[in-house]
């Protein structure tokens, strides 16, 4: 039942920006924490940023620190990642999920979806 689409990805030139959204349902979305992941071509899946369910504290890969600003709204069960200076190497599927928490609770999580394609070239 849990349902996550993400949305606002396209093609970008070097330092270019994009701001991604999800929307969430089928579960409290103001009781938990959510990420950004991103799998880019011929690579394993990583996590890019993280968000305390409140909104309080955010995380951020090292990679993309300084440049990405992850965000949410649980009013709106959403939550967004706001990306600046963008680099070929961001190139990648973008998704938006829990962590084990949310998953040992609803394990439909773990399908993950359908993300939404970063993709950053001259």
């Known amino acids: 039942q849990v349902q996550l689409v993400e949305s606002g990805g396209g093609s970008v030139q070097p330092g270019g920006s994009l701001r991604l959204s999800c929307v969430a349902s089928?579960?409290?979305?103001?009781?938990?924490?959510m990420n950004w992941y991103r799998q880019g071509p011929g690579k394993e899946r990583e996590l890019v940023a993280s968000?305390?369910?409140?909104?309080?504290?955010?995380d951020y890969a090292d990679f993309v620190k300084g440049r990405f600003t992850i965000s949410r709204d649980n009013d709106k069960n959403m939550v967004y990642l706001q990306m600046y200076s963008l680099k070929p190497e961001d190139t990648a599927v973008y998704y938006c999920?829990?962590?084990?928490?949310?998953?040992?609770?609803?394990?439909?999580?773990?399908?993950w979806g359908q993300g939404t394609q970063v993709t950053v070239s001259s």
């Open positions: 089928g579960f409290t979305f103001g009781f938990y924490a």
């Open positions: 968000i305390t369910s409140a909104g309080s504290r955010t």
């Open positions: 999920n829990g962590d084990e928490v949310l998953w040992a609770l609803n394990p439909g999580a773990r399908n």
